[in-house]
Each structure stands twice: as structure tokens, then as C-alpha cells.
């Protein structure tokens, strides 16, 4: 089974099991169907993270996360005058590109884990761009209303001949990513990092008409995906593992858990507003110490065995009331914690993340990104290039420290991604789940293993359950969904509530029983599709699928 979210990227993943791959291939394949279908999402432009399961094995990852090139320093996003930039001016451009990951994490998760031969699982992507695909309603009103940043050449890859953005369900060829994409199949991945095509990437960030970066072609040569330690917990009879720094996603969504397991979140049930105060109390208190310690750690020390603590999670949990909310949050101090401080950091809503099993069991768990909509809004050989290094701090300081995520050369950003596996008291994979939209990613996972372990929900109607997220005081009650109407209720316990649509974006696989049960969120197009080439009907949420990423 495949769950991923466009149903022509899940069935590019089927088409390798059937052909006897691994869930390796599989999910190979639907990363580069994904690239094709979903360009505004995540691609080989791009980087993530990588979880895999094997039936007799150990759990596995990879750090696929772009770097930023060795020139990078401190004052990266600093205009002339010695101001910083805003976000929204950081992104556009070579600057924010940072050394694309998603082709090394692929061939390293290859050589572990795949059966078919390298060029096959470049089939369907292939096919895609060369015969075309319909613009799909993420695609076409992402174009609308968040591509003002791009290229004109980028543009002319999604527009009618008069420069107006294709209409939904218009037909797109990409020749150029086709020709690229054969290449690759052909040549290896290698051919991406160095040669002609490492050439053409260095020349449009450096040349970029807006922040020209100063990326070389060392750079590109020198990276390299590498394996981290996983970050697990017990949360209740149940093992949650995720991704470690300098993913933050893993370490908030297991701290998130454990500060909730005190309570009896069952028996409060998933229409008490009381379970979603709690739930918005332990996230603010996350997120305060996710945003302070979570960097590269590469180049940071990272207190991560301190933040899992139990007696320091215990600590918070008892910060926090059923009754009251709290007036204000601030960072704890978990054993082994650094002595610095972070500025604030906007993280762009975007990213893709699918579910792979195959017949064997092995299961694969990936969340991959080019960051926000269009990444740079830079092209190259019709494939979009990430602004991934603007999820860096941008300014290095405050208050006197140095900040975990500032900016360094050679270093990866922090990021929300949360791809996570869940296990049974039996020791097998219960639940592999992961989302897409920013920073909400880590309430997203956190909600939807809450849902299947709490609240018995399908993992298809844990993803659907509206959203209450709460990275500070203010907390965000997912419009158009059951926690608007909660909105009262939630008030009476003192929260600070405004309606949003958060545009939300998870897939999951389940197993129940002796089968495998996929979920895809109605929010977008995401299907979960069988090895069969069964796909589970899902209501759409209808408005909520035109929401930004």
C-alpha cells in the first residue's frame, strides 16, 4: 500500500510492488512522481527526512536536508545597508537555495533497501513529464495565489501562453524535467551533484536576478545524506519513534505526547474541549523548547536526551492545568541544555509526506520539501529549486547569545518535518504516519497518533479531525472543522482562540489486525491506494482542500 498525497504519485508506488520492489522502491518512485505533479511541494530540488522499518531489522534514517553552501555565514540574509531581510524578501532567489539532498537520500536509501534496478523506479515520473498531467487544485491555486515570487521561466512551466496560470485540470508537459529525469535514471545520481548539471544549478543561484547566492560546485560535489539516531519514547503500552535533529519534528511530537500521558486523554474523549486545552497547553510548551535548542547537530549541541528526560518532561506536564490556561510560556531548562537563545524563525507552510508498506512488511515513513510554494521560484531543467536555508534564523543574536539556528556554512536548517512510526505492545508496526504544512506538522502527528492510540479513530479519521495548534498563546481552531465550533468552550478555559484555515496535509498507514489500512487527508488530493490499485473513498473537506499548504 501507498499513501501519499496525489494519486498519480501513489500510483507510481503501487506500480513498483507490483513489479515486486520494496517499499524502498516504492517509495522512491512516489518521491519522483511527486517532483513531477506536485512541483510546488517537494522534489529532487529539495531534501527530507526518511524512516524505514524492516520486517527482521532495526529502524533506519536518513538526513536528506539541504545544506547551505560553505560561503554562508552569519549576516546571509543581510541586505547592504547591514539590515536583516524580512522572510518574505529572503525567499526570492539564489540566496535561500540551499544544497539540494533529495537525490543522495534516495540513492543511500536505495543501496540499503531497494530490489529494482535504479532506472525503473524512474518510469512513472518519466512518463509524467514527457505525456503530461492535469493540474491538480493544490497546483493551480497555489499558482494563483502564492507564485508572485517565481521566475518567469518557472511561471512559463505552469501557464497558458499569455502568462495566466493553467486552469485546474489543464494539461502540463515538462520535456526539460523529463529529459532530466532520463538522465538521472541513466547516469546515477552522481550526475545531479557533479557535470554539466551541477554546473547549470550553481550558474542560476549565483546568476539569480534577486539575492544571488555564492554556491560552488564543491558544494554540490561534498554533500552528502547520512543516517542519524532515531528519538523514541513509550507513550503508554505504545513505542513512538521519529526523526532526530536537525529535524525538531521527532523530539516536539514525542515531548507533546509525554506531557499529555498523565492525563486520561481517553476518557475525556476527542469532542471534550478540555483534551484539545490540554493538548494546546503541552504544544505550547514544545514549541518554546524546540524553537531554543533544536539546531544542527552538526554544528549545535542539542540537549536531546535532556528534552526526552522523564523527570524534566514530568516537570512541564505539571505546568500545565485542566482548568486555567497558562499566562505565559517560556523555554524550560532540560539537563544539558546550552547556554543561547533563538530570534523568532517563520517557517513557510508547504511539504509532502507519504506512507509506504509493501507484501513483506517493510514500511517506509518520508516527509520531503522544497519548502514554501515554488521554493526559490528558480528552475532548473523544469525542476524547482528549494528555499529551504530560510528556515534558518536570520538574525545570529539575541539578547546577547548566538542563536542554535543561525546561520553557518556547510550547515542543515532546522525543521518541523515529523515523519514517525509508531509500534504495538507486540513490537510491530501499528501506525506509520506523517504531515505536511510547516510547523503545524508536529501538532499534525501529535493529533493523529492521539487519535488512533487515545481515541481508537481510524487513522483516516484521526488525519480528518480538525486542528487546534498552538506554537504560542494564541491558539489556531482549524475553520471549517469540529474545533471551530469548540471555540466557546475552549475560551471558558482561558485560551486565546482565533479561526483559521491551516491547510493541513497528512497520510498514514495502519495496521489492524493482520492488514494494512491506509489514510490520506481529505484536506488535498491524497489517496491511500493498495497494491491492487484500490483506493479507500474519502469525503473531501471541500473549501479546506483550496487552503495554502
Known amino acids: 500500500m501507498v499513501s501519499a498525497a496525489d494519486p498519480r504519485a501513489a500510483a507510481a508506488g503501487v506500480e513498483m510492488l507490483r513489479a515486486g520492489g520494496t ?14 505533479v506536485e512541483p510546488q511541494s517537494s522534489g529532487i530540488g529539495g531534501g527530507g ?41 529572503a525567499v526570492p532567489g539564489g540566496r535561500s537555495v540551499g544544497v539540494p539532498g533529495s537525490l543522495r537520500g534516495m540513492a543511500l536509501a536505495h543501496r540499503s533497501g531497494g530490489k529494482l534496478p535504479w ?47 493553467l486552469p485546474i485540470g489543464a494539461t502540463v508537459r515538462n520535456p526539460a524535467q523529463a529529459a532530466l529525469l532520463e538522465r538521472i535514471a541513466k547516469r546515477g545520481p552522481d550526475s545531479f551533484y557533479v557535470g554539466p548539471e551541477a554546473q547549470k544549478i550553481v550558474a542560476t543561484v549565483n546568476g539569480a536576478a534577486r539575492n544571488p547566492s555564492k554556491m560552488t560546485l564543491g558544494d554540490l560535489a561534498t554533500y552528502d545524506a547520512k ?34 500521558e498523565r492525563f486520561d486523554m481517553a476518557k475525556l474523549g476527542k469532542d471534550s474541549a478540555q483534551a484539545w486545552h490540554l493538548f494546546a497547553e503541552s504544544s505550547r510548551l ?39 490556561t497558562m499566562a505565559s510560556v517560556t523555554a524550560g531548562t532540560p539537563p544539558g541544555a546550552p547556554k543561547r537563545q533563538r530570534a523568532p524563525v517563520s517557517e513557510v507552510a508547504g511539504t509532502t509526506s507519504l506512507s509506504v508498506v509493501d507484501a513483506r512488511g517493510n514500511v517506509v515513513q518520508v516527509t520531503t520539501t522544497v519548502e514554501g510554494y515554488f521554493g526559490s521560484g528558480l528552475t532548473v531543467d523544469g525542476t ?22 543561525r546561520v553557518e556554512g556547510g550547515k542543515r536548517p532546522r525543521s518541523s518535518m515529523a515523519p514517525t512510526i509508531v509500534y504495538g505492545p507486540d513490537g510491530k508496526v501499528r501506525l506509520a504516519v506523517g504531515a505536511a504544512g510547516g510547523s503545524t506538522i508536529i501538532a499534525q502527528v501529535a493529533k493523529a497518533i492521539i487519535g488512533v492510540v487515545d481515541w481508537k479513530l481510524p487513522a483516516q479519521d484521526a488525519i480528518a479531525m480538525g486542528l487546534l495548534y498552538a506554537p504560542g498563546h494564541v491558539a489556531a481552531a482549524e475553520k471549517g ?53 484500490s483506493v479507500a473513498p474519502i469525503q473531501r473537506f471541500g473549501a479546506l482542500q483550496r487552503a495554502p499548504e
Open 23 to 36: 517499499a524502498t522502491d516504492a517509495a522512491i518512485a512516489t518521491m519522483l512522481a511527486l517532483n513531477v
Open 49 to 89: 527526512f526518511w524512516l524505514s522499518q524492516g520486517v527482521n531489522g532495526a529502524l533506519g534514517t536518513i538526513d536528506f536536508r539541504e545544506k547551505a553552501p560553505a560561503a554562508a555565514d552569519e549576516r546571509w540574509f543581510y541586505a547592504p545597508d547591514g539590515t536583516p531581510l524580512s522572510h518574505q524578501d
Open 119 to 165: 532506472a525503473t523506479l524512474f518510469l512513472p515520473a518519466i512518463r509524467l513529464a514527457r505525456d503530461g498531467f492535469k493540474v491538480s487544485p493544490r497546483l493551480g491555486n497555489g499558482m494563483a495565489r502564492y507564485g508572485g515570487h517565481i521566475t518567469p521561466e518557472t511561471r512559463a512551466l505552469f501557464s497558458a501562453p499569455d502568462g495566466s496560470p
Open 227 to 260: 543516517p542519524r539516531a532515531p528519538v523514541c519514547v513509550k507513550y503508554r503500552v505504545y513505542r513512538v519513534c521519529g526523526m532526530g535533529p536537525p529535524s525538531s519534528g521527532g523530539l516536539a511530537v514525542l515531548m507533546i505526547l509525554k506531557q499529555l
Open 286 to 324: 514544545t514549541y518554546a523548547d524546540r524553537d531554543l535548542y533544536v539546531g544542527d547537530p552538526d554544528h549545535v549541541s542539542v540537549p536531546v536526551k535532556g528534552m526526552l528526560d522523564p523527570g524534566y518532561l514530568a516537570s512541564r506536564s505539571a505546568l500545565i492545568s485542566p482548568a486555567t
Open 384 to 405: 524547482v529549486l528549494n528555499n529551504q536555508l530560510t528556515d534558518f534564523d536570520i538574525v545570529p543574536d539575541k539578547d546577547g547569545y548566538v542563536v542554535a539556528n
Open 481 to 533: 472543522t469540529e474545533r471551530e465550533a469548540m471555540v466557546p468552550a475552549l475560551r471558558a478555559l482561558g485560551e486565546t482562540v482565533q479561526v483559521s484555515a491551516l491547510g493541513l496535509k497528512a497520510n498514514a498507514i495502519e495496521r489492524v489486525g493482520n492488514r494494512w489500512v491506509g489514510g490520506a487527508d481529505p484536506r488535498s488530493e491524497g489517496v491511500a491506494m493498495a497494491q491492487d490499485g
